[in-house]
């Protein structure tokens, strides 16, 4: 069970973004989802951080759930994150505690070198980033990037039941329950001609023409002023995408935690265990 959120609508970068708030008192904590996801992956762990203390806010990034879409011409960049971020976090009062999944922590990382004064505490849930990659391969990324926005373009929005929503995310991510995983396809999907769309811009769905460089990365990295937390999932499958993530904690002075029996959403797999670490962690930094 969880409880309902209020929710917002605020101009950030130009763009109208969602952001759900669970009422509580205390620090105030913005949770970012990953990559096609959405603000209620964290119905679940919200309710906990209010029990503890916090005041917990959860965005949709530009592109997904109820945020709105760029417009004609335009893409998603992490730059464009990164900016958005910054109107957000200023609409939040300034300085906020950063927890985020994914394509978000690594967006948020981002961001934390950016503007090292607004993050008092970063928690980064199993990711920092992708691995590195050859930047002699960026022309085939463009090749790609530029099919990839034909394909799009040319291409019907499909419809799909619920449950065909609900059984596409256990397929992805067998370690949803199936009660989970209908959860995440309710919020994650809208009513459109007689069935559901998802609600994330198939722009998304789109090779990224820019590479991912750790040695540009890396400066972001070294001006992060906050203390981190890098909660994993034991059985993530993305461990093997990230063979040099000791080193990345390391610059990060990171904390390192790895929820046993979870994969790569430990927040929805084990919402209870994962905020318990994020309070404690919390915690310890502002005392």
């Known amino acids: 069970m969880t409880d309902e959120p209020r929710h917002h609508f605020i101009e950030a970068n130009r763009l109208r973004h969602h952001v759900a708030e669970w009422e509580g008192t205390g620090p105030?904590?913005?949770?970012?989802?990953?990559?096609?996801?959405?603000?209620?992956?964290?119905?679940?762990?919200?309710?906990?951080?209010?029990?503890?203390?916090?005041?917990?806010y959860a965005l949709d990034w530009r592109g997904h759930g109820d945020s709105e879409w760029i417009g004609r011409g335009g893409y998603y960049h992490f730059a464009d994150y990164v900016a958005d971020l910054a109107g957000i976090v200023r609409w939040l009062g300034g300085r906020v505690v950063l927890v985020a999944h994914s394509m978000g922590a690594a967006a948020a990382l981002?961001?934390?070198?950016?503007?090292?004064?607004?993050?008092?505490?970063?928690?980064?849930?199993?990711?920092?980033g992708p691995p590195d990659q050859d930047p002699t391969g960026a022309p085939a990324r463009f090749r790609s990037w530029l099919d990839d926005l034909i394909r799009v373009g040319e291409r019907a929005r499909p419809t799909l039941t619920l449950d065909e929503a609900a059984a596409r995310?256990?397929?992805?991510?067998?370690?949803?329950g199936p009660a989970i995983a209908r959860h995440v396809a309710l919020h994650g999907t809208r009513p459109s001609d007689g069935g559901r769309a998802w609600k994330f811009d198939p722009r998304h769905q789109t090779t990224s023409p820019q590479p991912y460089y750790v040695r540009q990365a890396r400066a972001f990295w070294e001006a992060v002023a906050a203390r981190v937390l890098y909660v994993g999932g034991a059985d993530s499958t993305l461990r093997v995408l990230q063979a040099d993530l000791d080193e990345r904690l390391a610059i990060l002075g990171a904390e390192r935690i790895d929820i046993p029996r979870c994969g790569h959403h430990p927040h929805l797999e084990a919402p209870d265990v994962f905020a318990?670490?994020?309070?404690?962690?919390?915690?310890?930094?502002d005392g």
């Open 110 to 128: 981002l961001y934390a070198g950016t503007e090292p004064d607004r993050v008092s505490s970063l928690v980064l849930v199993d990711a920092t």
């Open 169 to 176: 995310l256990h397929e992805r991510f067998p370690a949803f």
């Open 28 to 56: 105030v904590v913005l949770l970012c989802h990953g990559f096609l996801e959405h603000a209620r992956v964290w119905d679940f762990v919200a309710p906990r951080l209010v029990a503890g203390g916090f005041h917990p």
């Open 276 to 285: 318990d670490h994020v309070i404690d962690f919390v915690r310890r930094q």
